[in-house]
């Protein structure tokens, strides 16, 4: 499984954008890049998801880069509901057998947005 | 809310103890999963059941036993738990095997 490397932490003013980075280098061409975030005390919530192409939803966008060996998800008018352990996932290969939907969480990124 | 929840929400017991978490997810969805995560520790996968069927088992100790008795449910049975095993276990839940995982909020669990 590919591993992803994210800065322990990072901070933000509120309403502006939070740009947080992840490197995967070893991905390999069929593994999806996987954005969750843990608020204080609660469950891992999915945020978003790419394979190659950037991706936006009503949460975040998601920018992969043109060799897939890093991604930044955007969070473009953070508030301080945002303040969240952030994790990127790259996760298993969809085919073959062996595949359990097993996610390997990492330490993350905790973004604190500051007033 | 995610559609999955989790009972109870804390849990305080003794090393000879037997208790059991539940979880139930609304989503319709074909795969449930156990996570654990320990103070100042990633999430770490300890089970995962597709249609009901166990798939993978993530190395847990045999203190630990899930069940799964249909698509909605699950369980894990705790019993002659350590005090290292004291930690927020997650359950969660997804389409299939290829889909998002949605997450309830935990039950904190404390073994003294």
């Known amino acids: 499984d590919a591993k992803t490397t994210q800065p322990p932490s990072m901070d933000c003013a509120e309403g502006r954008a939070a740009n947080l980075p992840c490197n995967h280098s070893t991905i390999s061409g069929n593994e999806y890049v996987y954005w969750y975030r843990q608020i204080h005390s609660q469950g891992p919530q999915y945020i978003i998801h790419g394979l190659k192409n950037n991706e936006t939803n009503e949460m975040a966008s998601l920018i992969i880069t043109e060799d897939r060996k890093s991604s930044t998800l955007i969070l473009p008018h953070a508030t301080l509901r945002d303040t969240a352990v952030y994790y990127c996932?790259?996760?298993?290969?969809?085919?073959?057998?062996?595949?359990?939907?097993?996610?390997?969480f990492g330490q993350g990124t905790t973004l604190q947005v500051k007033p | 809310e995610t559609g999955v929840t989790q009972t109870p929400r804390h849990l305080v017991m003794g090393m000879t103890n037997k208790k059991s978490l539940k979880c139930e997810q609304h989503l319709g969805h074909n795969a449930m999963y156990w996570y654990k995560q320990s103070a100042k520790k990633p999430l770490e996968l300890m089970f995962v059941y597709s249609l009901e069927e166990r798939v993978e088992n993530n190395s847990v100790p045999s203190r630990f036993s899930p069940e799964c008795p249909n698509s909605s449910h699950l369980f894990l049975h705790l019993h002659t738990l350590q005090p290292e095993d004291s930690a927020l276990y997650l359950c969660?839940?997804?389409?299939?095997?290829?889909?998002?995982?949605?997450f309830g909020p935990g039950t904190r669990l404390t073994v003294t």
């Open positions: 996932i790259v996760r298993p290969s969809p085919k073959g057998s062996s595949n359990t939907g097993k996610l390997i």
């Open positions: 969660a839940s997804s389409q299939d095997a290829l889909y998002e995982q949605y």
